[in-house]
């Protein structure tokens, strides 16, 4: 019963930027960690970047991305973000929210982020 929605994802440039949203259903969201992954073709799925639930918000991210994405909540959109600025052509993959890997039952479709040379 558990969905997630992704969107936000495009096309750009290298050194572009974008934004991406999620929002779930059937979880207490604020109270969840939430966790962002990637999928690029022909490899396994990987961390992208996590942030806490409850009162007190930790963040963590992949090194390949520290430094240019950030991940952020909008309590009152029950919406997390993923910010991500310069963008590089390793940065192409279908990007999918969900909780932590271990409890993950399901994915949502993902939104596809294409980045150019």
């Known amino acids: 019963q558990v969905q997630f929605v992704e969107s936000g994802g495009g096309l750009v440039q290298s050194g572009g930027s974008l934004r991406l949203s999620c929002s779930a259903s059937?979880?207490?969201?604020?109270?969840?960690?939430i966790v962002w992954y990637r999928q690029a073709p022909r490899k396994q799925r990987e961390f992208v970047a996590r942030?806490?639930?409850?009162?007190?918000?930790?963040?963590t991210l992949a090194d390949s991305v520290k430094g240019r994405f950030a991940i952020y909540r909008d309590p009152a959109k029950n919406t997390v973000y993923l910010r991500m600025d310069d963008l590089e052509p390793d940065d192409t993959a279908v990007y999918y929210c969900?909780?932590?890997?271990?409890?993950?039952?399901?994915w949502g479709q993902g939104t596809q982020v294409t980045v150019s040379s």
């Open positions: 059937g979880i207490n969201f604020g109270d969840t960690a």
């Open positions: 969900n909780v932590v890997i271990h409890l993950v039952r399901s």
């Open positions: 942030v806490s639930g409850g009162a007190g918000i930790t963040k």
